[in-house]
T-cell receptor
Framework: GAGVSQSPRYKVTKRGQDVALRCDPI?????LYWYRQALGQGPEFLTY????????KSGLPNDRFSAERPEGSISTLTIQRTEQRDSAMYRC??????????????????FGSGTRLTVV | QKEVEQNSGPLSVPEGAIASLNCTYS??????FFWYRQYSGKSPELIMS????GDKEDGRFTAQLNKASQYVSLLIRDSQPSDSATYLC??????????FGSGTRLSIRP
């Protein structure tokens, strides 16, 4: 597609349920990133992939959060046993570059529209 | 200490004036620096990137980088009401991920 596509746009779930958020990056983009953004805050890094390999998951808050990108394209962020504090906008971004180094003239990201998760 | 720090604002600037937005970062190994604009309820969009010390100009926008001081700024000349948004400073860390500041709300008053 022309842009980064995320689904669903909105998700309301009951506390304790599992949710899966999907990200379809720009075709051919190597890197895929997940962020979480609370109201009035900047995006908070969760994890990222180069192709299918998860490079850094240091931002995942706890072991209820996991992400995968099995074929190096679409990615799923899964939150198990959701809690109210998980409510936020979850944003996915992709980049054509696998490195942010000066040598490769790293690119900024292109963000999707996000998934608004509300845990009640 | 936050990795990327910005004044939350709001910063109010009259139409036609220069808006100056500032950001400091903590990781000396950072090599890539970005400014994103985010309208209310929308996704962040990249407006400027800078990698070397000095100034980089693109239309009405100028990004300035001083690695020794760990300081990045964005100047918006001839500010327009459409520039009213939250501006996010983002830094490409040495670990190859981008860390965002909390953003500065900019309001251009007619």
């Amino acid at each position: 597609g022309a842009g980064v596509s995320q689904s669903p746009r909105y998700k309301v779930t009951k506390r304790g349920q599992d949710v899966a958020l999907r990200c379809d990056p720009i075709s051919g983009h190597v890197s895929l990133y997940w962020y979480r953004q609370a109201l009035g805050q900047g995006p908070e890094f969760l994890t990222y992939f180069n192709y299918e390999a998860q490079q850094d998951k240091s931002g995942l808050p706890n072991d209820r959060f996991s992400a995968e990108r099995p074929e190096g394209s679409i990615s799923t962020l899964t939150i198990q046993r959701t809690e109210q504090r998980d409510s936020a906008m979850y944003r996915c971004a992709s980049s054509p570059s696998r490195s942010l180094s000066v040598t490769s003239r790293g690119y900024g990201y292109t963000f999707g529209s996000g998934t608004r998760l509300t845990v009640v | 200490q936050k990795e990327v720090e910005q004044n939350s604002g709001p910063l109010s600037v009259p139409e036609g004036a220069i808006a100056s937005l500032n950001c400091t970062y903590s990781d000396r190994g950072s090599q890539s620096f970005f400014w994103y604009r985010q309208y209310s309820g929308k996704s962040p969009e990249l407006i400027m990137s800078i990698y070397s010390n000095g100034d980089k100009e693109d239309g009405r926008f100028t990004a300035q980088l001083n690695k020794a001081s760990q300081y990045v700024s964005l100047l918006i000349r001839d500010s327009q009401p459409s520039d009213s948004a939250t501006y996010l400073c983002a830094v490409g860390s040495s670990a190859s991920k981008i860390i965002f500041g909390s953003g500065t709300r900019l309001s251009i008053r007619p």
